[in-house]
């Protein structure tokens, strides 16, 4: 468990800095030690620090050249590197790039780790398929909730890769990310196992308490999880602090990204957070806030030290050991504060039961579920701004909870500073907020809505539309650039850099998973990483060979407008294609006109990448335009010539067909406007089929659909006759899985086709058959970090309970 166990183990550190890793009391109590008289751990939010200053320069070195590298490679084809070659003549012109990764729970994790593998080019076939290369070109890597337990992992495993990862990955044989079993029954039927393993996250509670520091369900979170994340370490890093990765030599020498996490400051007794509550940044050097109410930034090492504005009480003792990793992982990913949110009263019995196992005498304590920084390390600070509330520099506590809480769950805040001089900010996006539990763009609009409150005021994000036109012109479902021009924003405090949008897409995989789901089989691991990978590079490429090249001008974008450099016509197309115009919802453009007495045969729109609208049938001399919208539903404008009875009131029935045995097609039939208008006018009829997302079948007549259905799938030498479930396939190349639906179902062989038309090349080693979604997971729930809901916390506490069972709780 101690020091000299983890002496073996060199993956993470090397022997010399291992002294320099470990908590002084070789566990989870951080202890006083000697520093000097006159330190002040507490430094005003003025500026960068002098230590990050000087890291970044360092960095700024290794990332010319990476940079340099990648570009040259993205702009081979350009018919004009002049600019390429302006970029790289001084290094003051070179860009600077940062990467967020969203929460998400472990769906995060693995989505966030394929995306950023596709950009890593220590990743099997990164540099012929993907974005590798740009990793080693980024400065910032920040995180949030379940994207704080990916980087965690690499950064805290002395940087290691994604690709280093999924080669030793495993079943029940203690790799990094072996969560077959979930962290709250890590034995899965090994009663004794899981007793064990909470036997020991006790005793680490009760070391940090009798040391004299409060601990809560927090600590419990992170102590559980970092077992899978550091498995090498003693009781999952039982020791291991924050403030070591100063000391590692890939830090040192500035070989990887300056990691931040976040987490929010939440008032005591408060229910909530919202835009108004200080968002926390935890760095390498530093644990503090940049908002009027704190604005200011604390030493990490020194973290758990009495201060008053900064200086010891007691001269020339401080705390060490207070930064766990474990710890500050459960400050920046803690969600059981949800649970509690849901106020009833067999929940919260439950976790009374929790907390009294783990918490003892603070069982019944407010702060339960909140992450506990006591002593404040901001107590008595005078850096805050007059009239901002001052209960975080007057408290004796400081509390915190998930950073993704206020909505805000791709962690922008920190990337976006202009103190960081940053060009373009890739953001990995793995909510699952939109009803089919994919991404909807929320958390850009709550950060750009957040830039116009007090705490924000600082601030800068570039315009983006609201969450209900992001949807409805598909920017949710494919890569999409914001900012691209920078005299667009002279109304925003400062020029934010460019943002690159990069949703979690279902390529490869049924990737919309809850958050809360808590165990993933190494085939479903490897089969998120994958799709992960393939969502950030539009398929390996094969959905545009041009991306590639569009991801360099993304990145060029801010310098070559602020040196008025010549603008490659490739990127010129770049930007066409792949920049938001300033359109919303109201301003949808893809209609078509028709005029009276015209017959038009077959209109097609593609929206996105993933499904496509097809106008197959109109005969009509009365219906003036069609609306081809982004929801894959064609809106008619009412009958304007026709005549029918005032009488007759203008309805939609629907009937469903009779399955089709033979090709496994549900049909609705669709009468729109009535049945006695349609008989009069002869309007409103038409033909939709769409796929993937709607997965409906609209037609006049049962017999039509399965005509076309069966014209669709004939040639298809297996005749495929399974029925069960309205179940279709899709896939690539030789991949493919089985997605069931609860919606009007497609046929299989139209959404196979959507989902992708070209083979995508196999990357990440990740060859194996995607199992079935059905039963796959011990958990099955339906939550995220912005709109918890009641089924996700039943299924949670459902999990709770089992875990109850193992521990002898009931």
């Known amino acids: 468990m101690k020091l000299n166990s983890v002496l073996f183990s060199t993956a993470l550190l090397s022997v010399s800095n291992v002294a320099q890793a470990w908590s002084p009391t070789n566990g989870y109590a951080p202890a006083t030690v000697d520093c000097a008289d006159d330190i002040n751990i507490i430094r005003a939010a003025d500026g960068l620090s002098e230590s990050e200053s000087n890291w970044v320069a360092k960095r700024d070195a290794v990332t010319q050249a ?113 969560i077959e079993q979930s962290a709250l029954t890590p ?191 901001f107590k008595d600070t005078t850096n805050y701004e007059s009239g901002s509330d001052t209960t975080f520099v007057t408290d004796d506590k400081l509390l915190l909870v998930d950073g993704g809480i206020d909505g805000q ?15 373009v900010v890739f953001a990995l996006d793995q909510t699952a907020d939109a009803d089919d539990k994919f991404p909807n763009g929320d958390s850009l609009v709550y950060t750009y809505e957040r830039q116009f409150t007090e705490a924000g005021k600082y601030d800068a994000f570039p315009y983006v539309p609201d969450i209900e036109s992001f949807v409805e012109l598909g920017l949710n479902k494919k890569p999409v650039f914001f900012g691209c021009d920078a005299s667009n924003m002279t109304n925003l405090r400062y020029v934010p850099p460019v943002l690159v949008y990069l949703p979690n897409v279902a390529y490869s995989y049924a990737s919309n998973i809850s958050t809360l789901q808590l165990s993933f089989t190494a085939e479903e691991r490897l089969d998120l990483i994958r799709n992960g990978f393939e969502a950030a590079t539009m398929g390996n ?135 006695e208008e349609r008989i009069q006018s002869n309007t409103h009829k038409y033909t939709t089929v769409s796929s993937l997302i709607t997965t409906t079948e609209v037609c006049t007549e049962c017999a039509e659909v399965e005509a076309q259905a069966t014209a669709v799938t004939s040639g298809n030498a297996n005749g495929d006759n399974n029925n069960d479930n309205d179940k279709y396939t899709y896939g690539t190349g030789s991949k493919t899985s089985t997605n069931e639906h609860t919606e009007e179902a497609v046929s299989k062989s139209d959404a196979q086709s959507n989902v992708s038309s070209v083979t995508i090349p196999t990357v990440l080693q990740v060859t194996t058959d995607i199992p079935s979604q059905a039963g796959s997971s011990q958990y099955s729930v339906i939550v995220n970090e912005n709109a918890a809901n009641n089924m996700g916390i039943q299924h949670l506490l459902a999990s709770v309970v089992a875990l109850g069972l193992f521990i002898g709780l009931s």
């Open 66 to 178: 990476a940079l340099k590298t990648f570009l040259t490679r993205a702009t081979a084809k350009f018919t004009d590197n002049s600019l390429l070659n302006s970029l790289f003549s001084e290094s003051s012109n070179v860009p600077r790039v940062a990467i967020a990764a969203s929460g998400g729970g472990y769906s995060a994790t693995f989505g966030d780790a394929g995306m950023v593998a596709a950009m890593d080019d220590r990743t099997d076939g990164a540099n012929e398929h993907g974005l590798g290369g740009l990793l080693q070109g980024t400065t910032y890597l920040a995180a949030i909730s379940g994207g704080s337990w990916f980087t965690s992992t690499v950064v805290f495993n002395n940087w290691t890769s994604v690709q280093d990862i999924i080669n030793q990955m495993g079943d029940n044989d203690g790799s990094i990310w072996d």
């Open 187 to 377: 034995g899965g039927s090994d009663t004794a196992f899981t007793n064990q393993r909470f036997e020991n996250i006790s005793s680490a509670l009760s070391e940090k308490s009798a040391a004299g520091f409060p601990t809560s369900l927090a600590d419990v979170w992170g102590l559980a999880f970092s077992y899978y994340f550091f498995p090498s370490l003693p009781e999952g890093g039982i020791g291991y602090t924050w403030s070591t990765i100063q000391d590692t030599d890939v830090f040192q020498n500035a070989e990887m990204p300056y990691l931040i996490q976040l987490g929010k400051a939440q008032i005591p007794g408060a229910v909530s957070v919202d835009f108004n509550s200080p968002t926390i940044e935890v760095t390498p050097y530093e644990f503090g806030s940049w908002e009027p109410s704190i604005k200011s930034f604390a030493e990490i090492k020194f973290l758990g030290t009495e201060v008053s504005n900064g200086i010891p009480t007691t001269p020339g003792k401080c705390v060490e050991g207070f930064d766990n990793v474990n710890f500050m992982i459960g400050t920046c990913t803690n969600l059981i504060e949800y649970v509690e949110q849901a106020n009833s009263a067999y929940y919260n019995a439950i976790i009374d039961q929790l907390a009294t196992l783990f918490l003892g005498n603070s069982s019944k304590s407010a702060d339960r579920t909140l992450a506990i920084y006591s002593p404040n390390p």
């Open 409 to 423: 769950v791709i962690p922008f805040i920190p990337v976006m500073k202009q103190e960081r001089e940053v060009d």
């Open 541 to 675: 490429f094969t959905q545009d060979p041009e991306f590639l090249g569009c991801v360099g001008c993304a990145v060029m974008r801010r310098k070559q407008e602020k040196l008025g450099l010549e603008w490659p016509e490739e990127c010129q197309q770049c930007f066409t294609n792949y920049c938001w115009d300033g359109s919303t919802k109201a301003d949808i453009k893809n209609t078509t006109s028709i005029a009276n007495n015209t017959s038009t045969s077959t209109t097609t729109t593609t929206d996105g990448l993933n499904y496509t609208t097809i106008l197959t049938t109109i005969d009509s001399d009365a219906m003036s335009t069609i609306h081809f919208e982004t929801s894959t539903t064609i809106t008619c404008h009412e009958c304007e010539e026709a005549t029918p009875a005032p009488s007759i009131a203008y309805v939609t029935s629907t009937a469903e067909c009779e399955e089709n045995a033979d090709w496994d097609v549900r049909a609705i039939t669709t009468i729109s406007c009535g049945d």
